[in-house]
């Protein structure tokens, strides 16, 4: 079991948010998590991630068998837990290489690995970006500053793909994306796929379903997930709607 | 600028103030001059209780020894403070009970400026105390108000019957000695309103108090006090007008804003008072010391101001945020035209952790006006995970006016986010134009669009208000083309 | 014998020093120069030391500054080691280099250089005899005497500085490198002049350094004049780094004639008490002035940058961004006056400034203020102060960066908005190195010199790897 949450309450200044999560994701699987706005996908990626402004109530969330609440942000990132951001935040100032570099150094030390030698990083580099087709030289450019949201995006299936991590979140990936950068973020995506990692896409729409194809797909609603099931749950949503998960709930 | 504008400027300027005109009324005055014996005087017209006087006397004292402020961005002709009249009361004729009470001039004057002082003809849902030169007039719906526990009465009449609150809290935000006109306020006010709010009491309709100055070579002092006990909410509107006189009246007043945990109070202002005529002859100045204290956690103060009159405006409404949580806010339209200066603007002082204020300013100039916007915002050491956001902008209607900015902002912990941002405009010939080719008149565009630009603050305008302001922007800008 | 100023600075005192060395101070002084002097000295008399009551010095109280004693000289010092004037330039760059030492120009062969080129730069003292005409057209021009007690006070007493002349059409062919160094045994007090000309569609570059090599205490007063003729352009650096017991005022004055183009950046790394006062003055149209500020405090350090920009004229161009981080007790103080004139129609102004705390005990005042009487201009100004973006945080973090480490990139991201604005690589290389070394609280005056110069080509050891690949 690579991922178990159970119970999970969370709130955000007193209120609360999630309300008795429970999901379990194994290595080699792709979940999706839908439900309309503001039933808390983006709060339950942001609690695994451990942003500090959640507070934890109740429940617990195990990764690999390690209780996440003791860990902070950037260790959970270098055991391999990675976030895709819905709005990746630009920082003026900081090089993509650069910033790039520290992270993988930063996560090779914490393996206990040699850092890579600067030709060996923009190797990495290189290789990398084709499998997101970016091809502007990202040297001289800040992380994210003047990107386009679609370059945003694809930087983000970038950077996942550069830290390799276990567990990839990705938070509305999907959100602003024309049909072709939907379609390259997916493929970014679908290479990237392992027996030994997973993946939890978070999603508003069952359009990026098309493309990467989930192994389960759960609702969530008011903070709980109401429903499961496999792919098909995905396309009935699509063809009833949100009201009709409301309705069922009340 | 087009070819126009001065033209259009010319039309605006000489619009009339409508508000100019003189109440004939038998005035009982003390006599010129401010000494010792004008204060006792005013105390003993008063009937008042020592405490005051010894009040009084102190912030007397207190101002000899002070110097008249030079910092402000203004241009002050030396004020004689012997050659002015402290204290003007209309006479009443007889005593009798009821509405009678009032004199019928002073009601037909009040209700030609709009404030009706019977209750069967209020305004929607608002309790109204006119003060007309140095003393109330009457206070409306005082009797509907008790019954909530809620004392609503002028100044005078809570120093009579409510001593004990007064000694409380008077002096307890602006203390006398604070600045040089809080202190000549301390030393001689006359009148004004008092408003207790009882905890967890939401003041079910809007007070507003009314300013009046009638009289000739007189100085209005009025003195506000505002008490909102914990969970109590009330929102307070004044106004005022003066007649047009070629002189320059003084009115140094002091409100004071009292809120106590969870309290919310709002207080709106529409200043109108005379700005003297076109070649900035006459006016009154206005020099105010208008501030409030969140006192305990959650509470919550709100400015408001639209500023158009007056011939020179100094006045900075603040908010001292010392309940954790607490929240302060304001936002102010001041424009000014012909010969008008303005220096105003807000103090934020944060002493409690989370606090949070806000400052929008809109200054709009026109003429051969100086306007100037002046604040303060201070995040104190102790003052954790505080914010301040103010935006200030200007509006240049002309090349002969001049839109200033002076922000102070002092930070002394690492949680805590100050931003200040300010940008200066004119109106586009862009916008005229689109304006004008969708029929519009440019008078009219002008208005549009003073009046969008102010939008952000108008919004914050309890309604009875919100329309009469922004008449007021259109009337006195409507047509000064940039 | 020289004066020895043992219980404080004062007014009276430095009156009467006057008084009592009027032929001494304008030994070189042509007339004219002289009754500059003398008028300053009269100004003097009529101002006073500044107080925290004073709105420009409300947020730098120079009490215990002016309260040590000071050694005072009104002849040069001995020069001990000339080498280690020229032992701190900049590595792998061809300047011309300027010495002074303790506030009197280093000589080490002539005493002013006038190349080929028609450039002359060397010793003011000495160009007020060899070009009198030439200082008296400009001297004295730009500042200001009546108003600004430290500015009369060093036209009163001012004995030496530097001058750099560019004539007209002229470029020079190399940066200029001002040193400016403190070296003394005991606390001094020093007054130099600063006289800057670059002519008509003249070209230059001019890295100003102010440092001291000991802890000893000092007092500076400097007073730079500026003069940029049409159309020229100067690329302008101010490096402050200066032990924790020296006071500096720094005022420097820019006069910019149509056309021109000035670049001004001041980089303050270390010092106890520094105070630039920058007045840019624009005499005529389409100038363009960017002037950028950077400060990187800690201790008990003192910064306060008094910038002015004068729109005295129509359709010129500003830009302002200072920008902070304080650490520990240090104080900032950022006052910015943008003043539009009745005349400067169709001007863009823009004055930013931004400050991060580091901890409770840090404090910044910042005064951005628009003095505006003209419609139609661009103008606009911003303050911000506060944390990092905890949303960049979050994201550095989440790649798996470590806090600090992630605190250390977007220091230097936000230090590097400013020192972006370099123009000359190896300076901003240089500049780069230094305030990595400060943010890591490495950039400590050691013994021999607060810029490690001992060690230039060592490379710097950093856990985050912030340079360029």
């Known amino acids: 079991m690579l991922l178990r949450i159970k119970d999970l309450h969370a709130s955000i200044h007193g209120k609360e948010i999630l309300k008795g999560v429970n999901l379990e994701v194994n290595k080699g699987e792709v979940h999706a998590i839908m439900g309309p706005n503001g039933t808390g996908k983006s709060t339950l990626a942001s609690v695994i991630a451990g942003r500090e402004v959640f507070e934890v109530t109740a429940g617990e969330i195990l990764y690999q068998g390690k209780n996440l609440q003791k860990l902070a942000v950037e260790e959970r990132a270098r055991e391999g837990i990675f976030l895709g951001f819905q709005y990746p935040v630009e920082i003026p100032g900081v090089s993509m290489t650069n910033f790039m570099r520290t992270a993988v150094n930063e996560i090779r030390q914490y393996k206990g690995l040699d850092a890579l030698s600067g030709s060996d990083f923009m190797k990495m580099m290189e290789e990398k970006k084709k499998l997101v087709e970016i091809t502007s030289n990202l040297t001289n450019r800040s992380v994210n500053e003047g990107f386009s949201g679609g370059e945003k995006k694809k930087n983000e299936i970038f950077q996942m793909a550069m830290l390799e991590p276990t567990l990839a979140i990705l938070d509305e990936t999907d959100s602003g994306l024309d049909i072709d950068a939907l379609r390259i973020v997916a493929n970014g995506v679908n290479k990237l796929r392992r027996p030994d990692n997973a993946f939890v896409v978070i999603t508003h729409y069952q359009r990026l379903l098309d493309y990467i194809v989930p192994d389960f797909v759960h609702v969530l609603f008011e903070g709980k997930i109401v429903k499961s099931g496999g792919k098909e749950l995905a396309l009935e949503l699509e063809?009833?709607?949100?009201?009709?998960?409301?309705n069922e709930q009340l | 600028m087009e070819p126009d504008s001065d033209k259009i400027i010319d039309q605006v300027t000489r619009q009339d103030y409508k508000y100019g005109f003189v109440t004939d009324i038998e005035t009982e005055f003390a006599p010129?001059?401010?000494?010792?014996?004008?204060?006792?005087?005013?105390?003993?017209?008063?009937?008042?209780?020592?405490?005051?006087?010894?009040?009084?006397?102190k912030a007397f004292r207190r101002w000899l020894t002070m110097k008249q402020p030079t910092w402000a961005h203004l241009t002050i002709d030396p004020i004689n403070f012997q050659d002015i009249i402290y204290y003007a009361s209309p006479k009443k004729k007889k005593e009798v009970a009821g509405l009678d009470q009032v004199d019928p001039e002073l009601l037909a004057t009040f209700n030609?400026?709009?404030?009706?002082?019977?209750?069967?003809?209020k305004l929607a849902g608002v309790a109204v105390d006119a003060v007309m030169d140095s003393v109330s007039v009457k206070t409306t719906f005082s009797e509907t108000l008790s019954k909530y526990g809620i004392i609503f009465c002028s100044f005078s009449e809570a120093v009579l019957k409510h001593p004990d609150l007064v000694r409380q809290y008077m002096g307890s935000v602006v203390p006398y000695t604070d600045n040089y006109f809080a202190a000549l306020n301390s030393a001689v006010f006359s009148d004004g309103s008092f408003c207790y709010i009882p905890k967890g009491v939401r003041c079910p309709m809007g007070l507003s108090t009314y300013f009046r100055i009638n009289a000739a070579n007189t100085g209005q002092f009025e003195r506000t006090l505002i008490i909102a006990d914990e969970g109590a909410y009330v929102s307070y509107m004044e106004g005022c007008t003066a007649p047009q006189r070629d002189e320059n009246q003084l009115h140094a007043a002091i409100v004071e804003i009292i809120a106590m945990k969870d309290a919310e109070v709002k207080y709106s202002t529409v200043q109108n008072w005379y700005p003297g005529n076109k070649e900035g002859r006459g006016g009154i100045y206005n020099f105010v010391t208008k501030r409030g204290i969140c006192k305990g956690s959650n509470s919550k103060i709100s400015w408001t101001q639209?500023?158009?009159?007056?011939?020179?405006?100094?006045?900075?409404?603040?908010?001292?945020?010392?309940?954790?949580?607490?929240?302060?806010?304001?936002?102010?339209?001041?424009v000014t035209n012909n010969h008008q200066q303005a220096d105003t603007g807000s103090k934020m002082q944060h002493l409690g952790k989370n606090t949070h204020s806000t400052i929008i300013s809109k200054g709009i100039s026109a003429g051969k006006s100086n306007n100037s916007y002046r604040g303060l915002v201070r995040i104190s050491k102790n003052a954790i995970n505080s914010r301040n956001y103010s935006q200030c902008d200007s509006l240049l209607l002309g090349s002969s006016c001049g839109a200033h900015t002076f922000p102070y902002i002092q930070v002394e912990n690492k949680s805590s986010i100050v931003e200040h941002e300010a940008t200066t405009?004119?109106?586009?010939?862009?916008?005229?134009?689109?304006?004008?080719?969708?029929?519009?008149?440019?008078?009219?565009?002008?208005?549009?669009?003073?009046?969008?630009?102010?939008?952000?603050v108008l919004k914050q305008l309890p309604l009875e208000f919100a329309v009469e302001a922004q008449k007021l922007l259109s009337v006195s800008l409507e047509g000064s083309v940039g | 014998m020289d004066p020895i100023l043992e219980n404080s600075i004062t007014l009276e005192r430095m009156l009467a020093l006057y008084e009592a060395n009027r032929q001494v101070l304008s030994a070189d002084d042509t007339p004219i120069l002289s009754g500059i002097r003398e008028n300053a000295f009269i100004s003097l008399g009529k101002l006073r030391f500044p107080d925290t009551k004073m709105e420009a010095w409300r947020h730098t109280d120079l009490k215990e500054s002016l309260g040590r004693g000071y050694d005072y000289y009104l002849h040069p010092t001995k020069e001990t080691d000339i080498q280690k004037v020229f032992r701190c330039n900049i590595p792998h760059l061809d300047t011309a280099i300027i010495g002074q030492l303790n506030g009197w120009y280093v000589s080490k062969d002539v005493p002013l250089m006038e190349l080929g080129n028609g450039i002359i730069m060397g010793s003011l003292a000495e160009a007020k005899k060899k070009y009198p005409a030439l200082?008296?057209?400009?001297?004295?021009?730009?500042?200001?005497?009546t108003e600004e007690v430290f500015t009369a006070l060093n036209t009163a007493f001012e004995q030496d500085g530097v001058f750099i002349y560019v004539p007209a059409g002229v470029k020079s062919p190399k940066p200029v490198q001002m040193i400016n160094v403190i070296q003394h045994p005991e606390n001094i007090f020093l007054q130099s002049r600063n006289l800057i000309v670059v002519g008509d569609d003249a070209q230059l570059s001019l890295v100003h350094c102010d440092d001291s090599y000991n802890h000893q205490g000092s007092f500076s007063n400097i007073v730079t004049e500026v003069f940029l003729g049409r159309n020229a352009y100067l690329d302008h650096y101010k490096l402050q780094n200066i032990n924790?017991?020296?006071?500096?005022?720094?005022?420097?004055?820019?006069?910019?004639?149509?056309a021109a183009n000035l670049e001004s950046h001041y980089l303050s790394l270390n010092g106890g008490l520094l105070r630039n006062n920058i007045r840019a003055l624009f005499n005529g149209p389409h100038g363009n002035a960017n002037l950028y500020g950077l400060y990187l405090m800690d201790r008990k350090q003192h910064i306060d940058n008094h910038v002015v920009v004068d729109h005295a004229s129509p359709e010129c161009t500003s830009n302002e961004i200072f920008k902070g981080i304080l650490d520990e007790n240090a104080r900032g103080v950022f006052n910015g006056h943008v003043l539009v004139r009745r005349n400067a129609a169709k001007t863009d102004a823009r004055q930013t400034n931004k400050n991060i705390l580091l901890t409770d005990n840090a404090r910044i005042n910042s005064e951005p203020f628009l003095e505006i009487y003209h419609d139609d201009v661009k103008c606009s100004h911003g303050s911000t102060t506060g944390q990092l973006d905890t949303e960049a945080m979050f994201y550095l973090r989440q790649r798996g960066i470590s806090e600090e480490s992630a605190r250390m990139l977007l220091m230097f991201a936000f230090a590097d908005e400013v020192v972006a604005k370099i123009a000359i690589p190896q300076l901003r290389q240089r500049i780069e190195d230094m305030v990595k070394k400060r943010l890591q609280g490495e950039l400590r005056i050691c013994e021999q010199c607060v810029l490690h110069c001992s060690t230039p080509e060592k490379p710097l050891e950093f856990r985050v790897d912030v340079s360029k690949i």
Not at chain 2, 306 to 334: H, R
Not at chain 3, 244 to 258: D, V
């Open chain 2, 306 to 334: 639209v500023e158009t009159g007056s011939a020179i405006t100094w006045k900075y409404p603040g908010c001292i945020l010392l309940g954790d949580n607490s929240v302060g806010e304001f936002y102010s339209v001041a």
């Open chain 3, 244 to 258: 924790n017991n020296s006071t500096l005022i720094s005022s420097i004055y820019f006069k910019i004639e149509s």
């Open chain 2, 425 to 456: 405009s004119k109106i586009s010939e862009d916008q005229l134009f689109y304006c004008q080719q969708r029929g519009i008149d440019a008078e009219s565009a002008i208005g549009l669009i003073v009046n969008g630009y102010a939008k952000e």
């Open chain 3, 135 to 145: 200082i008296e057209k400009y001297y004295g021009q730009a500042a200001h005497d």
């Open chain 1, 239 to 246: 063809d009833k709607g949100y009201d009709w998960i409301k």
């Open chain 2, 112 to 121: 030609k400026l709009g404030i009706s002082l019977e209750e069967q003809k």
């Open chain 2, 32 to 57: 010129r001059g401010l000494t010792e014996d004008t204060i006792r005087y005013i105390s003993s017209r008063k009937n008042e209780p020592e405490f005051l006087l010894e009040f009084r006397l």
